[in-house]
């Protein structure tokens, strides 16, 4: 059994809200977080809307508790990329943290690990602390091999960012299997690979902030976020709710 949270990193909390939302599903979203909203010593707390949205969603958090950013970004900072968002202009809208290689884009978008690291240093580079999304899939966790996935998604980041530029950002297990399935990480595979990620920095990893992503709800937080290397979450389904996500914020807050 894992061991209780003694760590003093911040906790984080984090909505990806995919391809979700529209202006009116946001504004009532958003209306009800804020009115929901509770101060929160222990966490920080952000909201990643479609990049269509981030202005919108920038203007009603203004001046909250609650930070916002992208959900992924191109790794140069400006050209002729059709249909692309940099960093730079991340930053522009005042974003604080950008999701890279979501295994969504991983997928769909053929995001290899090496492009992965490029887009991390960018938004370095811009000033957004990226949010590194790393996990296995299922046929690798039964053939055994889900550490060294793992190890070898973060060694792409490592060798071209190096190992302190790693250790400032925000790491998110994410196994693939767990992502909108409904099937949540049992609190020992979780604290497994969270263990791992951390020992892999060194001294530098008991700073290093990793959240755990995959079906985290209201009623499975608590047990997550009581685990020592566990840090927080990176919710999906669970950040369109807003009773479901302040629940989430509350359990982080008072969770160790
Ligand atoms: P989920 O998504 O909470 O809906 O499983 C998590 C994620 O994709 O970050």
Redesign the pocket.
Same mark, same amino acid.
């Given at each position: 059994m894992a061991s209780e949270s003694t760590a003093q990193r911040r906790r984080l909390v984090v909505g990806?809200w995919?391809m979700y939302g529209s202006r009116q599903e946001n504004t009532f979203l958003l209306a009800d977080i804020l009115a929901g909203w509770e101060p929160l010593a222990e966490v920080d707390v952000a909201i990643c809307p479609s990049f269509i949205y981030l202005p919108q969603v920038a203007e009603a958090l203004q001046g909250s508790a609650i930070a916002w950013g992208g959900q992924s970004l191109n790794p140069d900072d400006s050209g002729a990329f059709t249909g692309e968002v940099s960093g730079p202009m991340l930053a522009d809208v005042n974003s604080r943290y950008v999701i890279v290689g979501?295994n #969504?884009r991983r997928r769909l978008r053929a995001e290899t690990d090496q492009f992965v690291a490029l887009q991390f240093v960018a938004a370095q580079r811009a000033g957004l602390i990226p949010i590194l999304c790393v996990g296995e899939s299922a046929e690798d966790r039964a053939a055994g091999n889900a550490l060294a996935f793992i190890t070898a998604q973060i060694s792409a980041v490592i060798n071209l960012a190096g190992i302190d530029a790693v250790a400032r950002a925000v790491l998110a297990y #994410?196994p693939i299997w %767990?992502? /909108?399935?409904g099937k949540t990480a049992t609190p020992e595979q979780a604290a497994e690979v969270h263990a791992h990620i951390r020992q892999l920095f060194g001294e530098r990893g008991e700073q290093l902030t990793i959240v755990y /992503? /995959?079906?985290?709800k209201a009623n499975n937080a608590a047990q997550l976020f009581a685990l020592a290397d566990i840090d927080g979450a *990176? *919710? $999906? $389904? %669970?950040s369109l709710n807003a009773e479901e996500f302040l629940a989430i914020c509350r359990h982080a807050n008072t969770a160790g």
């Open positions: 990806n995919k979501h #969504e #994410e %767990a992502v /909108g399935t /992503g /995959g079906s985290v *990176l *919710l $999906g $389904g %669970a």
